[in-house]
């Protein structure tokens, strides 16, 4: 099960108390919101794609929008989201829950330039109810992120 393996990731960091399980449904951005009693904007959601057939995630603030111009200027490729059974083949976590922590080997992160308005923001940790709260220097350390790009709208 994934959130098994994200919360094995964060217990080696000395941060397992900090994985939340809730009651609630958090596998949308309204429903996490609601869960976590936060803005919607400041859930981290992450998008799972599929570039030159290899698997790439890309992390935003709840409320941004993926800018299809500014992502192909980026990736050089149309945007294509993974299906369902794609995203927990390929990246190992499913739709719902998936988070930029414990990833399958291969799998790419970047972070949406639309999460550096705010202190803390809440991604998934595997599953359709869980959450942590990072700090933005965490979520870069702890994604294992390759780069911070713009690819973002309606979020400004």
Same mark, same amino acid.
């Given at each position: ?15 397992? &108390? ?10 949308? !951005?309204?429903?996490? %919101?609601?869960?976590? =009693? $936060? ?46 059974? &794609? ?10 829950? !998936?988070?930029?922590? %414990?990833?399958?080997? =291969? $799998? ?49």
């Amino acid at each position: 099960m994934s959130i098994e393996k994200v919360k094995a990731y964060f217990a080696s960091r000395g941060m397992l &108390e900090r994985v939340m399980e809730l009651d609630a449904s958090s596998a949308t !951005v309204e429903l996490a %919101a609601q869960a976590l =009693g $936060v803005e919607g904007s400041r859930i981290a959601k992450t998008l799972s794609f599929s570039v030159e057939g290899k698997p790439v995630l890309v992390v935003t603030a709840g409320d941004a929008r993926i800018d299809n111009a500014k992502y192909k200027a980026f990736f050089h490729a149309k945007a294509k989201m993974l299906a369902h059974e &794609e995203a927990a083949q390929l990246i190992g976590h499913a739709v719902g829950g !998936v988070c930029p922590f %414990a990833v399958n080997e =291969g $799998v790419a992160v970047y972070l949406d330039e639309s999460l550096k308005r705010f202190q803390t923001v809440f991604p998934a940790c595997g599953s359709g109810n869980s959450a942590i709260e990072l700090t933005i220097p965490e979520l870069e350390e702890h994604s294992a992120c390759l780069q911070w790009v713009d690819i973002c709208k309606n979020w400004e």
